[in-house]
């Protein structure tokens, strides 16, 4: 992991990079159709084989900086961060947080972020972080904004889930500001 002065840690979770070993626990987590569609825009179960060509051609094309989300005390991967579409020009990026549904509404997601912010912001500078959350997912809605995060844009009826169209919402965070106020 490259030397940074931002933790990636406190005394519940830490950040770490993604091993090839963890692709089977993704593999997992992509295979569980409660939650596929949280985080990730296939809706079918791929064969693991069929996943690893996906998910490395994700990682060479799509994800640009990936740490997996890690319980300090049983070492039981509970999730993981990532940001995507990122411009080092323009100073942005977007930033998606998956977490296992048993790691879900105890704070970890929104500790996660803010560790994996002030990591983005240190590392390259980003001004801007986005974050894409569907309608239906409100819980995530609520955790962006309790976390400073601003809508930015709604694409109406954007995606089709469980029978209709939802509206795809923009959020967005300037660092700097988010940083100045932890």
Not at 146 to 159: C, M, P, S, V
């Amino acid at each position: 992991m490259l030397e940074s002065p931002i933790a990636l840690q406190n005394e519940h979770i830490r950040l770490r990079p993604l091993l090839k070993s963890d692709y089977e626990t993704i593999f997992e987590w992509h295979s569980d159709l409660r939650s596929l569609h949280l985080w990730w825009d296939d809706r079918e179960i791929l064969p693991y084989e069929a996943f690893v060509e996906d998910f490395q051609r994700r990682l060479r094309r799509h994800i640009d900086t990936l740490f997996l989300i890690e319980n300090k005390e049983t070492k039981a991967l509970i999730g993981m961060v990532y940001s995507y579409n990122t411009s080092l020009i323009d100073k942005y990026t977007y930033l998606c947080i998956y977490l296992i549904p048993e790691a879900t509404q105890q704070g970890i997601g929104a500790v996660a972020g803010q560790m994996f912010g002030n990591y983005l912001y240190a590392q390259y500078g980003f001004r801007k972080v986005y974050a894409e959350v569907m309608a239906f997912n409100s819980p995530s809605l609520k955790i962006c904004q309790r976390n400073g995060f601003t809508e930015e844009a709604r694409l109406k009826e954007h995606r089709w889930f469980n029978g209709k169209y939802w509206d795809q919402i923009i959020l967005s965070i300037q660092l700097e500001e988010a940083i100045k106020n932890i």
